[in-house]
C-alpha cells in the first residue's frame, strides 16, 4: 500500500467538507442507545483515536445537531421519549421521534398524547385543539346516549292513576285516639268534551298561549326555575301546561334539581306520544284548585256548584286564577301571612282580570263581552261532615303550625299520606264548646234580637303555662258553616287585657322620673278625662291640635289612686299616662317577652297602652300563661309528631322554655291580678273556687269583649265580637243580649269560669308563688321632673297650662261626682283637676278618645266600659291570622 491513506469517498448527498467536519463531531449524550443500522459493525462509529468517522455514502441528517441537544434536554428532565430516542445513522443522530435518516426505527404512539411530547415547559401541559374536539365529542355523544336512554326509561302520566294514589291525613288526639281524616279525594276525571270550551280558551290564553304547537318544554322557564332554585327565588311559574301536567302527578313537589331534570324528559316524551287535546285534559283534571277540589270537575262543584261543562268564561278566568297558587287566591282565605280573605280575594280579582284580559287578547273573548263581566260570586263552601263542630278548627290549627315548621306547602297536605299527632285534649275541647254554648244559649236569641244578637261570635284557647302545649280550641259554633278559626283570629283588640303589659313593663324598666323599678303601689292620677303628658312635659295633642283627653268609665273623681287599684277597676287614665313614663317601645318589648307576636302590635301611641292591639286568643292565652309560670314561657304548639309513609318528620321537637320575664316581676303581676278577681272587674271568675287570676277588657264601641286568667295548671283566653259576615268588619254589642253593653266581665267571664271549673275539676287547687317588694312607690300622678334647660316647643302647654300648687277644694270637683277619698285628689294644676268641660263630657260619651271631636294623634282613646279599652285598630281585619300554632 502507498505510504498515505487513501483518502476517503465523498458523500453522494453532497454537503461536502461541511458534512465531513459535521459527522467529525462527537456523539451527543441521547438517553437510550440507538440500534446501530444493520451492517454496521459495532466500532465503525469511532476511529481509534476516538473520533467518529463519516461513513462512505451516507447522508448526514439535517439539523443533527439541533435534534440531539433538545433530546438530551429531554432526557435531563427524566420526561419520557415517543418511540426511540433517536435513531442514529452512522453515528448520527436522526431526527423526530418515530424516524431518523436511512432507515431509523421508530416507537409505539400513544392513544392521547398528554402531556404532548416533543413540548418543552408550558406548551407540554396545553392540550391540542385535536384533544380539546375529541373530548368534547366524546362528551356529547355520551351526553345525547344517556338522554336516549333516559327518555325510554321515564314513563308517562296517568291521570286515573294519580287520582288514585291521593290519600288522606289522619289526625290524633292527645291520647292516640284517632280524632278524625281529612283529605279524602275530590277528583272526578272527565273527557276534554265534558269540560267547557271557555275553560279550555282560558286556560291556554293565560297559561300557555303556545300549547298547541309548542314541544312542551320551555328552555327560558326551566333555565329560570333552576336560577330561581339557586338563589332562593320563586320557582312556580314560567312552566308550559305540558310541563304543569307532569308536576301535576308528582305526589312530591319538592324544588330539587333532579326532579327539574326528569320534569323535563317526561314532558318532551308526553309531547312526542300524546296529542294536545289528551294533555289538556290530563292537565286540567290534575291540577289544585282550593277548597280541597283536584280537577276541573270538582272545582266547578266546589265553586259554583255546576259541572265543568257548564262554564261560562267569567267563571272560567275566576277558576284559571286559582290555578296560579289557590293558597293565595282562593277568596276564602288561606294559611300563613298574607293569605287573608280580604288579600286573597284582591290577588284573585287581579289575577282574573289578566285572565279575561288574555282571552280578548288572543281573540278567545270580544271586548264587549268582557267587559259586561263582573267578579263572580262563589258559592258557599262545603266541608266534610267528619270535621263539623271543633274537629276542623283544630285540623286547621295544627296543619298551620306543620306549614310554620316545615317546607311543606298548603297543597303538600292536601295530597294526604301524613300521620298527625295533636296536643289537643278531647276531654277539655268538650267542656270548653259546653261552656260556650250553655253561656249563648241563656242569653243570646238572634230569633229574638236580631238586629242585635245576629252575628255575635266566641273564640277561645287553653294552654298549659310554661309549656305552650294548646290543650283546647273553640274556633266558632260549627266549621262546616263558619270557617274562620276564632281562636286563631288576628284582628279583634284586646283591649284592657293588655295593661298588665304596661305594668309589668314599668315593674321591670322603671320610668324616665323613677331610679329604677316602680312598685304596683306607685301612685297616678286617674280622674276622667284628663289631659295626658309627653315625657317632656308637654301635653299630648289631636290631629288638630286641640289637646287629647283621655276617657275612663263614667266620671269618678279617683284623684291619685295605685296602680293595684287602677288595675283592679280598669282605669284607663292611669295606664295611658304610664305608658307614656315607661315608654311604649318598652311595653311592646315586655308583650312580645311575654309571648305576643309582633305582627299583631299597633301603632305605638297613647291608646296603645289600652290595648289597641290584635293578637289572637291562643297568644294571650300563652301571654297570661307566661305570668303564671313565674316567668317561664314556651311558643305555644299544637303538633307533637308527624309522619309520611312511616318515617317522622323532623322539627316537631317540644319548643324549648326559658325564662323571658324577671320571675318577681311575672309574680307581681300576678298578685294584682289576683286582687282583679277578688274585688275587681273579674269578680264573676270567684265562682271558680281556686286561686286564679285574671284581667277583663272591652273597647271601643263595645265591638269586643276579652276575659283571659289562669290558674297555676291551666291559661285560657276568651273573646267575644260581632262581625259582618260581608264586609269583615266589627260591629257593636251595644244591646247584645239585651244588654246596654257587653263587657269583659259579663258573657266572656263567664264562659271562662264554666269552661275552667270543669277542666280543672279533680286536680288539686294550687296557690301562685309568692310576690316580694319590687321597686321604689313613686308619686308618678302623671307630672314629669322639671327641665328647665329644655327648650320651648310648639306642643308645650300654654300659660293656662302650667303646674301650679295642688288645688284640692271640693268645689273643684262636680257634685254629682264624688271623689273616693279626700285624700285622693292631689291635683297638680287646674287643667289636671278638671274633667274637660261640660262640652267635652257630652262629646266623649261612649267612645271616649278626644273629647272636642278632633282626630287624635294618639289614635283616640276609649271609654264607656269598666274594662277601658280602645279605640278600632288599623291593624288589619279579624280574619288575619297570627299564625302563632
Given amino acids: 500500500m502507498s505510504e498515505h491513506r487513501r483518502k476517503p469517498p465523498q458523500s453522494q448527498g453532497g454537503g461536502g467538507r461541511a458534512a465531513a467536519r459535521r459527522g467529525a463531531q462527537p456523539p451527543q449524550p441521547s438517553g437510550r442507545r440507538a440500534t446501530p443500522p444493520s451492517g454496521a459493525s459495532p466500532s465503525s462509529g469511532a476511529s481509534s483515536g476516538g473520533q467518529p468517522r463519516a461513513r462512505s455514502g451516507a447522508a448526514q441528517p439535517r439539523g443533527g445537531r439541533a435534534e440531539a441537544r433538545r433530546a438530551a434536554q429531554a432526557a435531563s428532565r427524566g420526561g419520557r421519549r415517543r418511540g426511540a430516542t433517536t435513531a442514529h445513522a452512522s453515528g448520527a443522530g436522526g431526527g423526530r421521534a418515530g424516524g431518523g435518516g436511512g432507515g431509523g426505527g421508530g416507537g409505539r404512539k400513544r392513544f392521547i398524547d398528554y402531556p404532548r411530547a416533543g413540548r418543552a415547559g408550558a406548551k407540554r401541559w ?46 290524633y288526639w292527645s291520647d292516640g285516639k284517632v280524632m278524625g281524616h281529612r283529605g279524602e279525594t275530590n277528583r272526578q276525571n272527565v273527557d276534554l268534551a265534558k269540560i267547557s270550551t271557555h275553560m279550555q280558551d282560558a286556560v291556554i290564553s293565560a297559561e300557555n298561549a303556545s300549547f298547541r304547537t309548542d314541544s312542551g318544554v320551555d328552555p327560558k322557564g326551566i333555565a329560570r326555575a333552576l336560577f330561581n332554585m339557586a338563589t332562593g327565588g320563586d320557582t312556580q311559574g314560567g312552566s308550559t301546561i305540558t310541563q304543569q301536567y307532569v308536576k301535576n302527578t308528582y305526589l312530591s313537589q319538592e324544588q330539587t334539581l333532579s326532579r327539574k331534570f326528569k320534569e323535563m324528559f317526561i314532558s318532551i316524551k308526553v309531547s312526542t306520544t300524546q296529542d294536545k287535546d ?36 267569567n267563571e272560567s278566568a275566576f277558576l284559571t286564577a286559582l290555578l296560579k297558587n289557590a293558597n293565595l287566591y282562593n277568596p276564602d282565605g288561606g294559611v300563613g ?66 306549614l310554620k315548621k316545615t317546607n311543606l306547602t298548603k297543597k303538600d297536605l292536601e295530597l294526604g299520606g301524613f300521620s298527625i299527632h295533636t296536643t289537643f285534649d278531647r276531654k277539655k275541647v268538650k267542656e270548653l264548646e259546653t261552656a260556650v254554648k250553655k253561656v249563648r244559649k241563656a242569653n243570646i236569641d238572634e230569633k229574638l234580637r236580631p238586629g242585635k244578637d245576629k252575628h255575635v261570635q266566641f273564640g277561645a284557647a287553653s294552654i298549659a303555662p310554661g309549656d305552650g302545649k294548646i290543650v283546647a280550641l273553640y274556633g266558632g259554633g260549627d266549621y262546616v258553616k263558619h270557617f274562620t278559626n276564632n281562636a286563631d283570629t288576628q284582628g279583634v283588640p284586646v283591649g284592657s287585657t ?11 324598666s322603671g320610668t324616665y322620673k323613677s331610679d329604677g323599678p316602680i312598685s304596683p303601689m306607685s301612685k297616678y292620677l286617674a280622674n276622667d278625662l284628663m289631659k295626658i303628658r309627653n315625657p317632656d312635659g308637654s301635653y299630648v295633642r289631636n290631629k288638630d291640635g286641640s289637646f287629647f283627653l283621655q276617657k275612663n268609665e263614667g266620671t269618678t273623681r279617683w284623684g291619685a289612686i295605685t296602680l293595684r287599684k287602677a288595675m283592679e277597676q280598669s282605669i284607663n287614665v292611669p295606664f295611658v299616662q304610664l305608658g307614656m313614663d315607661v ?22 301611641n297613647a291608646s296603645f297602652a289600652l290595648g289597641t292591639s290584635t293578637p289572637s286568643a291562643i297568644r294571650m292565652a300563652d301571654a297570661y300563661g307566661t305570668f303564671a309560670s313565674s316567668g317561664l314561657r314556651a311558643e305555644p304548639y299544637s303538633v307533637t309528631s308527624v309522619e309520611k309513609e312511616g318515617q317522622p318528620l323532623a322539627g316537631f321537637g317540644k319548643p324549648k322554655t326559658s325564662q323571658t320575664i324577671d320571675d318577681n316581676v311575672a309574680n307581681n303581676v300576678t298578685d294584682v291580678l289576683k286582687n282583679v278577681i277578688k274585688n275587681g272587674t273579674g269578680r264573676k271568675a270567684l265562682a271558680l273556687g281556686r286561686p286564679a287570676a285574671g284581667k277583663t277588657g272591652t273597647t271601643d264601641k263595645n265591638k269586643s269583649a276579652w276575659f283571659v286568667g289562669y290558674t297555676p295548671q291551666l291559661s285560657t283566653a276568651v273573646t267575644m265580637f260581632r262581625e259582618d259576615p260581608k264586609k269583615h268588619k266589627l260591629l257593636s254589642m251595644n244591646g ?28 288539686t287547687a294550687q296557690d301562685f308563688p309568692s310576690a316580694t317588694d319590687l321597686g321604689e312607690v313613686t308619686d ?14 310648639s306642643t308645650s302647654p300654654t300659660p293656662s297650662d302650667t303646674p301650679s300648687s295642688p288645688s284640692p277644694s271640693p268645689s273643684s270637683s262636680p257634685s254629682n261626682s264624688p271623689s273616693p277619698s279626700p285624700s285622693n285628689s292631689p291635683c297638680r294644676n287646674p287643667v289636671d283637676c278638671t274633667d274637660g268641660g261640660q262640652d267635652g263630657g257630652a262629646n266623649g260619651g261612649q267612645d271616649g278618645g278626644p273629647v272636642n271631636g278632633g282626630n287624635s294623634n294618639s289614635g283616640g282613646s276609649n271609654g264607656g266600659n269598666p274594662d277601658g279599652g280602645s279605640t278600632s285598630s288599623s291593624n288589619g281585619t279579624i280574619f288575619g291570622q297570627d299564625g302563632g300554632a
Fill in 498 to 508: 293588655w295593661k298588665p303589659f304596661v305594668l309589668a313593663a314599668a315593674m321591670d
Fill in 337 to 402: 301571612p298574607g293569605a287573608s280573605p280580604q288579600e286573597n280575594r284582591q290577588r284573585a280579582e287581579g289575577r282574573w282580570n289578566d285572565v279575561l284580559n288574555a282571552m280578548v287578547k288572543h281573540g278567545k273573548l270580544s271586548q264587549s263581552e268582557r267587559d259586561s263581566y263582573k267578579f263572580p260570586k262563589v258559592k258557599g263552601q262545603t266541608v266534610e261532615q267528619g270535621q263539623a263542630g271543633q274537629i276542623g278548627y283544630l285540623m286547621d290549627t295544627a296543619e298551620k303550625y306543620i
Fill in 583 to 604: 315608654g311604649m317601645d318598652k311595653v311592646m318589648k315586655m308583650a312580645e317577652s311575654a309571648g305576643i307576636s309582633h305582627d299583631s302590635m299597633a301603632e305605638r
Fill in 278 to 313: 289528551k294533555i289538556l285534559q290530563g292537565y286540567l283534571n290534575t291540577a289544585w284548585y282550593g277548597r280541597g277540589a283536584y280537577g276541573i270537575q270538582a272545582a266547578a262543584q266546589a265553586y259554583f256548584h255546576k259541572d265543568a261543562a257548564n262554564l261560562n268564561s
Fill in 780 to 793: 308618678g300622678l302623671g307630672v314629669p321632673k322639671p327641665t328647665p334647660s329644655a327648650p320651648p316647643s
Fill in 736 to 763: 247584645v243580649g239585651g244588654k246596654d253593653s257587653i263587657h269583659g266581665g259579663d258573657l266572656p267571664t263567664e264562659v271562662w269560669t264554666e269552661y275552667m271549673r270543669a277542666a280543672l275539676e279533680g286536680r
Fill in 126 to 171: 396545553m392540550p391540542s385543539w385535536r384533544l380539546v374536539t375529541g373530548i368534547c365529542l366524546s362528551f356529547l355523544g355520551m351526553l345525547v346516549g344517556l338522554s336516549w336512554i333516559a327518555f325510554l326509561l321515564v314513563g308517562v302520566p296517568d291521570e286515573a292513576k294519580a287520582a288514585s294514589t291521593q290519600q288522606s291525613n289522619v289526625f
